[in-house]
């Protein structure tokens, strides 16, 4: 069973940054991956990001290549989502999801998740 503690949302302006952070425990393999998810309010969740722990590859979404970047802490199994130049469309709750034992990085796949962040962007 994964245990996450995610933090780090919060209100922003629009072009503002956050920085949301996961920290997972109870992995069982030294292959994982772990991401992010967000859903926006009255629209189905989105897959945003993904570290895959095996070969440290990573994938961002098109919404948001560019803008957001995960990124591995090096001294614990915890992954970082740097969000900058935000907008309104971004104001939703994002939620840090994982897998254990994945090769790859294939979020539909990913079977824990922890409670989840809100980030509202307004100004």
């Known amino acids: 069973q994964l245990q996450f503690v995610e933090s780090g949302g919060g209100s922003v302006q629009p072009g503002g940054s956050l920085r949301l952070s996961c920290a997972v425990s109870?992995?069982?393999?030294?292959?994982?991956?772990i991401g992010w998810f967000r859903q926006a309010p009255g629209l189905d969740s989105e897959q945003l990001s993904c570290?895959?722990?095996?070969?440290?590859?990573?994938w961002q979404a098109e919404s948001v290549r560019g803008r957001f970047t995960i990124s591995k802490d090096n001294t614990q199994d915890k992954v970082y989502l740097q969000m900058n130049d935000l907008k309104s469309d971004d104001t939703g709750v994002y939620t840090c999801?994982?897998?254990?034992?994945?090769?790859?990085?294939?979020?539909?796949?990913?079977?824990?998740w922890g409670q989840g962040t809100q980030v509202t962007v307004s100004s």
């Open positions: 999801g994982a897998k254990d034992g994945a090769r790859w990085c294939v979020m539909a796949d990913f079977d824990s």
């Open positions: 109870g992995f069982t393999s030294r292959n994982y991956a």
């Open positions: 570290f895959n722990h095996r070969d440290g590859h990573t």
